[in-house]
């Protein structure tokens, strides 16, 4: 009977090949945060991962591009949005959600870096994890009934992964 790949004749566990440029590799999870419940749920389940395999975690927070997210509302609303000021909100929101996430993976001894990225969430989370050789991807599930029916970040996702995904349920 032949031996699995991870396993020796003796079938004890073999070290798989980790090394990148001569250092081991740290296992890389790519997070989409956003503020959410679900997302939040998903960023403390990948610290947790990253912690329990010496790696690193990429919490990544994708905002519309310039005034995208303006022009969306303002198409929907009857009233004028100032696309400076939809900017300015959103760098507001990615720094605290930098500054919280930050202290919570020092208090827990996680590699956290933090990225504020512009675009659509699918196309920059997956854009991230291919810069950043990442093994992992995880999100939250959607809360929105609309997502049901048009399609989740996480089915986006997985109809183009390029890594493994997790959608966290809460």
Partial sequence: MAASNDMDRDSQPRERSTERKGAPAKTVIVIGIDGSETSWDAFWWACGE??????????????????????????????????????????????????????????????????HVRGGTAKELLRVAESDHADLIVVGRSAKACHHLAGSLGRRLIRRRRAPIVVVVP
């Fill in 50 to 115: 990253a912690g329990r395999t010496s790696g690193r975690a990429i919490a990544v927070f994708v905002s519309p591009i310039g005034g995208t997210g303006a022009a969306a509302a303002a198409a929907r609303y009857p009233v004028s949005i100032d696309v400076r000021a939809f900017d300015e909100v959103a760098i507001a929101q990615a720094e605290q959600l930098r500054n919280e996430a930050q202290l919570y993976a020092a208090d827990r001894g996680v590699d956290l870096s933090f990225v």
